[in-house]
């Protein structure tokens, strides 16, 4: 069965350091999300990504945040100069249509740890 | 504020019994409702999805929307000590690819 992946599982950074999420959607789909989940809480939408551009965003992707896809495979979660908050786990998500009528698959997430 | 409402529980059911698990959300435009399982440090992992009023069913899981009362609910028949985890209640609005997630309700079956 189709998976998204994502790298690394974990990941411990220093405060005001910059890191990079990676995520390798579905092959065939086409939109992509970017979510995290702080530790006993709800899982909260940073961040959705279509045709190379930002659809949609919250209110916490702020400029500290940016997504890229650099190539036909990779979407990148960027955040430039982390805080003891955003220590959670992040998840990217793909779907094959646009307004997640199937819902997501999401990948097995990489957790963030500012220390 | 789009609100998606779950009692956190826990909930404990035997092995074999119906589990019946609750969400209301606050946003009447919500057009699409999506139950995902969650395993203690695991991903969400989608279960069900529902658009229509009434009954959807897939195996041993029936998801119920009733959109005037704005609830959703998901029923899983002869619950396996495999079905414990955290069942996350998600909504839609359609327009825009937002999912708003509940907090999840904690479900323990008992052996």
């Known amino acids: 069965e189709p998976e998204v992946t994502q790298t690394p599982s974990h990941q411990v950074t220093q405060m005001g350091q910059e890191v990079i999420l990676r995520c390798v959607p579905i092959s065939n789909h086409l939109y992509f999300y970017w979510y995290r989940q702080i530790l006993g809480q709800k899982v909260e939408f940073l961040v959705s990504f279509y045709n190379n551009e930002i659809s949609e965003k919250s209110e916490i992707f702020d400029d500290q945040f940016s997504v890229e896809r650099p190539d036909g495979s990779n979407f990148t979660l960027k955040i430039r100069s982390t805080k003891l908050e955003d220590s959670a786990m992040y998840f990217c998500?793909?779907?094959?249509?646009?307004?997640?009528?199937?819902?997501?698959?999401f990948g097995s997430g990489t957790r963030l740890t500012v220390v | 504020q789009k609100e998606v409402e779950q009692n956190s529980g826990p909930l404990s059911v035997p092995e074999g019994a119906i589990a019946s698990l609750n969400c209301t959300y606050s946003?009447?435009?919500?057009?699409?409702f999506f139950w995902y399982r969650q395993y203690s440090g695991k991903s969400p992992e989608l279960i069900m999805f529902?658009?229509?009023?009434g009954d959807k069913e897939d195996g041993r899981f029936t998801a119920q929307l009733n959109k005037a009362s704005q609830y959703v609910s998901l029923l899983i028949r002869d619950s396996q000590p495999s079905d414990s985890a955290t069942y996350l209640c998600a909504v839609n609005l359609g327009a825009g690819n937002q999912f708003y997630f509940g907090t999840g309700t904690s479900l323990t079956v008992i052996p």
């Open positions: 998500a793909s779907s094959a249509t646009g307004t997640g009528g199937f819902g997501y698959t």
């Open positions: 529902i658009y229509s009023n």
């Open positions: 946003d009447r435009g919500s057009q699409s």
